[in-house]
C-alpha cells in the first residue's frame, strides 16, 4: 500500500493548522490571563478607592463635629461650601467637596444648618470611586428622656417607653419591686456614668454605659427664637418651611394678658377671612405684628413666646390642630391636660375627623417647666417638654403631700390603646398588670397616672412630685408615670425645635459613579 503525493501534502497541511490553532489558543489563553490579572488588579484597587471613600467621608463628619471648616461659597449659589483634600495611612487620597443647606447670610451659620451635603472622591492607583452622603443635625426628640448634666433615678412602678440618655448615673431602684410594679425601660438606655442597682430594673432594649456628652446648652438661643417670634430675624432660617412671623405674647395679641393662660381649644388655625385663611383666638382674629392685619395661616411660625412666665393647657385638634412651640424666657406651666390630635376637620361641621399629619407640641422654659400642683390625678401631657437650664417638677409640692384632684367615675383609656374601660385590669405594661380603667368611687382615691407622651429634655433630674411619693405608690393600682414616647414627633416636630449642636447623623448615601483608567 501507498500513498498518494497529494494526500501527504494534505495531511502535512492538516497537521500545520492544527499546530497553528493549538498555538494560537495558547497565545488567547496567555493573553486572557494577563487580561484577567489586569481585570482583578483593577477590581481590587477600585474596591480600595471605594474603602477609601468610606474612610474619607468618615474622616470628614469628624471634622464638622469638630467644627473644623472655613465655609466659603466657592460656586456662589448662596449657600456656604468647603473642600478638603487629605491622604490615608494606607497611601490612597480623597477630597471632599461639603456644602450646608443655608444661606450663607443665615444667623445660625453652616453648622447650623439642617443638613448638609457630601461629595466623596477617592483614589487608590487606577480605581476612582465616588460616593455621596447627605447627614443632617441628630435630634433631642429621639429621646423620650434626656438629662444633660447629671444622673437620674426611677422608682418602683415607673415605666420608660422610649430612648433615655443620662449624663451623669443611671439610679434603678435601691430595693427589688414588687411583681407587677418593677421599674421598666423598653427602650434603648444611654449613660455617661454606670448604673446604679440594675438588678432591679427591667432593660427591655440595650444598654450603654461611659457613652460621650451631648451639648444640650450650646444648641439653643432664646434671643433668636424671640427675634423669630417678632418676625425681625431676616437672616435667620425659617421654621421647617413655616411663614415667617410668631405670636408675641408680650403685646397681648390673644387678649389675655402678656403672661395669660392660653387654652390651646381656643385656637382656630382655619378661620375663613375672604379669599384668607387667617388665626383666630377665642373668636378674635389675631394680629400679625408686623402690620396690625389678621395673622394669616400662612404667616405664622409656629412659635409663640412670652417673655417672663407661660402658662398652657388644652387640646390641639381639628381647627385648633396645628404644630407649635411655646418658648417662655422664664418657666413653662402646665395648667391641665395638653392633647393633640390631627390637622383634619369636617368642613361643613368643622369637628375634628382624624386626618392630615399629626400635631405635636414644644414646651420650652428658660428654667423650669412646673406642673400645677392641682392638676389631677390623672393627668396626660402630651407635649416636648424642655428645661433648658433647670428642670421638671410638680410645683411646691413635698412628697408627703398633694393637691391633685381624684378623677370622676367613669371609663377609661388610660394605657392610650385605644380601648376604652378595660376591667379588671388592662393588661399594661404586660398581662395581669394594670389599672382597672373602669374608675368608681372605690378605687377612684388610689387610681394615679402622670402620662407624659413626649421628650423631657432637662439640664437636671426632674420630679414626678405626688405620682412618686411613698403615701401613693403604697396603695396605688398599676404604674403612676408612664413617659410614652410618640414616634410620629420625630417626622412632624414642632417648629423651630432645637438641634443638637455638633451630633449629626446620616439621611442619605449612594455611590455617584465608578470611574475607570
Known sequence: MYTLQNERGSSLLLALVVLTVVALAGIGLALTTVSDRYVSSFDRESANALHSAEAGLAITKQLIIDEAFTFTDSDGNGQPDFVHTDSLPWGDRFEVFGEANISVAA??????????????????????????????????LDYARFVQDEGTSYSCAAVQAGKVFVGGDLDAPAKSCDAGAENIFLEDVEVVGIVNDPENAIFMGALQTGVDTIDWLGSIDFDAVRQKAMGLCSNCSNCDGFGEVGIYMNEDPLGIGTNGEIDFSLFDFYTLLGSDTVISYNGVNVPNRLNGNPLKSREFNGIIFYEGD???????????????????????????????????????????NGTGDPVNVGLIGYNHIYIEKFTPQILFIDAAIVAVNENWEIFNEGLGTHSHTEPPAGNYDLDLDGI?????????????????????????????????????????????????SPAVLKDAVGPTQIYSYDLDIVDFPPPCFPLPVGSWRNLAWSEVVEVRD
Request: glycine letters at 14%; aromatic letters at 12%; hydrophobic letters at 35%.
Open 310 to 352: 407661660g402658662f398652657v393647657r388644652g387640646t390641639l385638634d381639628g381647627t385648633s390642630g396645628r404644630s407649635i412651640t411655646v418658648w417662655a424666657a422664664d418657666n413653662v406651666w402646665v395648667m391641665s391636660h395638653i392633647q393633640c390630635g390631627y390637622v383634619g376637620y369636617d368642613e361643613v361641621t368643622r369637628l375634628p
Open 420 to 468: 376604652v374601660g378595660e376591667t379588671p385590669v388592662n393588661d399594661y405594661p404586660y398581662e395581669g398588670v394594670g389599672w382597672d380603667e373602669v374608675v368608681t368611687a372605690a378605687n377612684a382615691k388610689d387610681t394615679w397616672l402622670l402620662q407624659i407622651t413626649g421628650p423631657i429634655i432637662t439640664r437636671y433630674n426632674g420630679s414626678a412630685g405626688a405620682w412618686d
Open 107 to 140: 444667623a445660625e451659620g453652616p453648622y447650623g444648618a439642617p443638613t448638609m451635603d457630601l461629595y466623596v472622591n477617592a483614589f487608590s492607583n487606577r480605581g476612582v470611586r465616588q460616593i455621596y452622603s447627605q447627614i443632617g443635625h441628630g435630634s433631642f
